[in-house]
């Protein structure tokens, strides 16, 4: 591909505020979440408030007037409890790939549960999506060695966890050395180039100072100009990634809270965050691409 056309990989984390929450009120969600107790806790009810369908259809229109395809990335439990809006997004043309099935450290599950939750994720999003997943992003982008050769006898085709950052409150360790581009990592090492069938596309850092840039997260808390700044470098040199989430476009959440922890993680979401989407997209025309096609899968 020559110089500048490179292509930048757009997807989204389908996930519900309450997963990202171990940010906000400093509970480790990386723990094994019980999903019914936290459901009953914040909606009195053994399922989520629907918070999340209003700022997806947001999304599905925002793509439709750019003409873009993304990957949206599904957990089985949010498949489990919104089955028609996984069909709609597939209806409309975009990626359905597999985010596990409930929102855990993948190091917590260790690899036969990891495996089991990866099964029955699949076996929830191939029905609604019309074909088996072949893409894989882990759920608080932590990743363990031996996650490489699950996904693959499952026949996954890529990855999109590694982010080629410094770590970050006891993350990303190890990866700030990983390629900036698309390439076959090590079954020894995700973070280095090696004969894993697997692609993994990874996600960018801030030039220099190698601090994650690619995710929505980033963008509202930090700033426009730190994911543009860093996208516009790394997409010279190859295909780079942007990802966010739905909740991240809506109005914060009332079951949220309000706490310091909250006001900062809740920073620029709603109107500002969808308006930074646009002008992302704007500015990348003709050069968004889903995951699959990254992948060359
Ligand atoms: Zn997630």
Same mark, same amino acid.
């Given at each position: 591909?020559?110089?500048?056309?490179?292509?930048?990989?757009?997807?989204?984390?389908?996930?519900?505020?309450?997963?990202?929450?171990?940010?906000?009120?400093?509970?480790?969600?990386?723990?094994?979440?019980?999903?019914?107790?936290?459901?009953?806790?914040?909606?009195?009810?053994?399922?989520?408030?629907?918070?999340?369908?209003?700022?997806?259809?947001?999304?599905?229109?925002?793509? @439709?007037?750019?003409?873009?395809?993304?990957?949206?990335?599904?957990?089985?439990?949010?498949?489990?409890?919104?089955?028609?809006?996984?069909?709609?997004?597939?209806?409309?043309?975009?990626?359905?790939?597999?985010?596990? !099935?409930?929102?855990?450290?993948?190091?917590?599950?260790?690899? @036969?549960? !990891?495996?089991?939750?990866?099964?029955?994720?699949?076996?929830?999003?191939?029905?609604?999506?019309?074909?088996?997943?072949?893409?894989?992003?882990?759920?608080?982008?932590?990743?363990?060695?031996?996650?490489?050769?699950?996904?693959?006898?499952?026949?996954?085709?890529?990855?999109?966890?590694?982010?080629?950052?410094?770590?970050?409150?006891?993350?990303?360790?190890?990866?700030?050395?990983?390629?900036?581009?698309?390439?076959?990592?090590?079954?020894? @090492?995700?973070?280095?180039?090696?004969?894993?069938?697997?692609?993994?596309?990874?996600?960018?850092?801030?030039?220099?100072?190698?601090?994650?840039?690619?995710?929505?997260?980033?963008?509202?808390?930090?700033?426009?100009?730190?994911?543009?700044?860093?996208?516009?470098?790394?997409?010279?040199?190859?295909?780079?990634?942007?990802?966010?989430?739905?909740?991240?476009?809506?109005?914060?959440?009332?079951?949220?809270?309000?706490?310091?922890?909250?006001?900062? !993680?809740?920073?620029?979401?709603?109107?500002?965050?969808?308006?930074?989407?646009?002008?992302?997209?704007?500015?990348?025309?003709?050069?968004?691409?889903?995951?699959?096609?990254?992948?060359?899968?």
């Amino acid at each position: 591909m020559p110089a500048g056309r490179h292509r930048l990989v757009l997807s989204v984390d389908l996930d519900e505020w309450f997963h990202s929450r171990r940010w906000t009120d400093g509970v480790q969600t990386q723990a094994i979440p019980d999903m019914a107790a936290l459901l009953r806790r914040l909606y009195g009810s053994d399922r989520p408030g629907g918070e999340l369908v209003a700022p997806t259809r947001a999304l599905l229109d925002l793509f @439709d007037r750019h003409q873009v395809k993304c990957t949206f990335f599904v957990l089985g439990e949010v498949a489990e409890w919104y089955p028609d809006l996984v069909r709609e997004i597939a209806a409309r043309g975009h990626e359905i790939g597999c985010h596990g !099935f409930h929102h855990v450290d993948m190091t917590v599950l260790g690899p @036969d549960q !990891f495996a089991a939750q990866l099964d029955r994720a699949v076996s929830i999003l191939t029905p609604l999506a019309g074909r088996a997943p072949i893409g894989y992003r882990a759920p608080n982008l932590v990743y363990a060695p031996w996650a490489t050769r699950v996904l693959e006898s499952r026949g996954f085709a890529y990855d999109t966890t590694v982010c080629v950052s410094r770590p970050i409150g006891g993350k990303y360790k190890g990866w700030a050395n990983a390629p900036h581009h698309p390439y076959h990592p090590s079954y020894d @090492d995700v973070s280095k180039p090696g004969d894993a069938r697997l692609v993994e596309l990874p996600l960018p850092s801030f030039p220099g100072i190698k601090l994650s840039a690619g995710s929505g997260i980033l963008t509202r808390v930090i700033g426009y100009h730190w994911t543009m700044t860093s996208l516009r470098y790394r997409i010279r040199s190859g295909d780079t990634g942007f990802y966010f989430h739905p909740w991240e476009v809506a109005e914060r959440p009332a079951a949220a809270g309000r706490t310091w922890r909250g006001a900062l !993680f809740y920073r620029h979401t709603g109107r500002w965050m969808l308006g930074a989407v646009d002008r992302i997209l704007t500015h990348f025309r003709g050069r968004v691409v889903t995951a699959r096609e990254a992948a060359g899968a």
